[in-house]
């Protein structure tokens, strides 16, 4: 970098310095530090003004450009796109049996374990279990093949594999050399074959799917699997479909803000994965499949907006990928992005009151689903919660603000939803998601502490914690969904407390309703994605906690039982004979130990969505 800066005789001189020998806190006023430097040109007077020199501003951030790792924002403008991770290229396939295994790079063996018998369990409990190996069908035939290799494998790791009791467990893996080639060979676990209970299948699509992404990660090279399934599994086509799903999940790797040296693509190799399956397989098979990965991408997507630093997501660009998702929906999604006058048009004093403070204007985003042949039978809504980033306002945040990010994980959830369900294109069904986007920081518009704002409704609230914001945003979308688009139904989920998180723990989500029928729907569905969530009491009496002196409503309650007064708040700005339901996401939203987004929602919002037109 040229500096170029007076002496006290007014002449002159230039200086030649790397940014990078800079220290930080002075290299990032000169040249952001997302950008890859170029050289640069500033002037320096005597009185340390630093100016641009030999072109303008924007001619500086074009030349700076063309190096950058990723796109994000310059000086003057805020970022306004988001990039999505791509799906794994590898594809999978259904086939029959076949007498052919040596032309894959990777066998993977589903077993079985056998059922015990009660009388066995007891004794198991008494004394060691001795280590057994239990072959069946053509898993048996291939070990036959094998001069006893699988068996040796099973016996050698019985007290970790047990002959495949636990759904997913796999054996290391054996090579096998031949011809010059090198084979790989494993066992996957498939539970314990007891079909004399009804769940005994449950999970083991997702087990085996997150298996075989994890073994054709770590086994190098290999570009193509077969793995056998047996019938019991091979059969079912959600079983196939939740497998699908998982494999691709498992898969995801965030490089979007990496540079080339140091992306790291999981399974990189691998062009193709085969699911034998021994007698019939199920009907439409790979429609099954095809499915879950479609399903998959709105993981993806869930994952990706939840990572993204808000130096890339802000409100404007969050809206530009809810447009991205209506376009690649072959019709099914329309977008509409209301700005502030819209918004101030319909009364949504609640959201642009937190608003104030963005960097970017707010944008209230609408994705309306219709399906292909235009029969509903169902209008329902969807709102997330779309704090881009949460710095607690005035009432600023003293801890975690490094993982505010996450406080969009609500509008991760729809939009991920909203993305399979527009390649899914469920019958029945017209699905409003709604996501009120913006920031909650700090200037001199800010909202502070005892501002009251009054919502689309009318409800006026007192604002007695600029650090529970998120409310007041799902406020007026709520009322969106429910007044102006005439919505049967509503869910909302949202990143709202910690209180949640105090109560359920970090992977199981709160559902907040009282109506039972949506309460079980959600159950139903919550088991049915393999998302957690557990119903929480609705106590009524807590509700005098909300009441304000000066104005309808305050944001916040009392010390105790946050997230329950958080679920009551926000009943206010729904139709009380309609049935509403307060997802508490904060909890499952991230994995802490892998510091990554676990696109929690996405998965729980479609099986709801594609439910409700059946």
Known sequence: MKFCSRNSLGRTFATTLAVASLPSQYASAFVPNHLMATSLSLVSSSTNSIGYRGGSSSQVRNMSKMDQTFETWSFDEPCKTMSWTEISKASLSVSGLSDNWDDSDLVVIGVFAPKKEESEEDEDDKKEEEPT??????????????????????????????????????????????????????????????????????????????????????????????????????????????????????????????????????AEDLESVTLVCEGSSADGADAALESGMKL????????????????????????????????????????????VKECEELGMGAFLGVARASETEPQFIHLTYTPPDGVVKKKVGIVGKGLLFDTGGYNIKTAMMELMKFDCGGAAAVLGAARAIGQLKPEGVEAHICVAACENMINGKG??????????????????????????????????????????????????????????????????????????????????????????????????????????????????????????FLQNFVDKKKPFAHIDIAGPVWDHGKGMATGYGAKLVTEWAVRQGK
């Open 133 to 266: 190996a239990e072959l069946s069908g053509e898993a048996k035939a291939y070990d036959e093949k094998m001069g006893g290799a699988l068996s040796n494998l099973m016996l050698e790791n019985f007290k970790a594999f047990k002959n495949g009791a636990s759904a997913g467990s796999v054996t290391p893996t054996l090579r096998v050399f031949k011809d010059g080639k090198s084979q790989r060979i494993a066992l996957v676990g498939l539970g314990t074959l007891d079909e004399e209970k009804e769940d005994f299948l449950d999970g083991v699509g997702s087990a085996v799917g997150k298996a075989l992404a994890t073994t054709c990660n770590s086994e190098k090279k290999v570009a193509s699997a077969k793995i056998l399934l047996p019938e019991a599994v091979g059969s079912s086509a959600s079983i196939l479909k939740d497998m699908s799903t998982s494999f691709y999940s498992n898969l995801y790797a965030d490089n979007r803000f990496r540079s080339e040296k140091s992306k790291e693509t999981p």
């Open 296 to 339: 998959a991408k709105g993981v993806h997507m869930a994952k990706d907006i939840v990572n993204a630093p808000h130096n890339v997501l802000n409100s404007l660009s969050l809206a530009e990928t809810a447009k991205r998702i209506a376009e690649e929906s072959d019709g099914t999604i329309k977008c509409e992005i209301l700005g």
């Open 447 to 568: 909202v502070v502490p005892s501002d009251i704002l009054t919502a689309a409704n009318g409800k006026t609230i007192e604002v007695l914690n600029t650090d529970a914001e998120g409310r007041l945003t799902l406020a007026d979308a709520i009322v969106y969904c429910d007044k102006e688009m005439g919505c049967s139904s509503i869910i909302e989920l949202s990143t709202l407390t910690g209180a949640c998180m105090v109560a359920l723990g970090s992977g199981i989500s709160g559902v907040f309703t009282e109506n039972d029928d949506l309460a079980k729907e959600l159950e139903d569905c919550a088991k049915a994605s393999e998302e957690k969530a557990w119903r929480m009491p609705m106590e009524k009496s807590y509700n005098d906690e909300l009441k304000s002196k000066i104005a309808d409503l305050k944001n916040i309650g009392g010390r105790y039982g946050g997230a329950i007064t958080a679920g009551l």
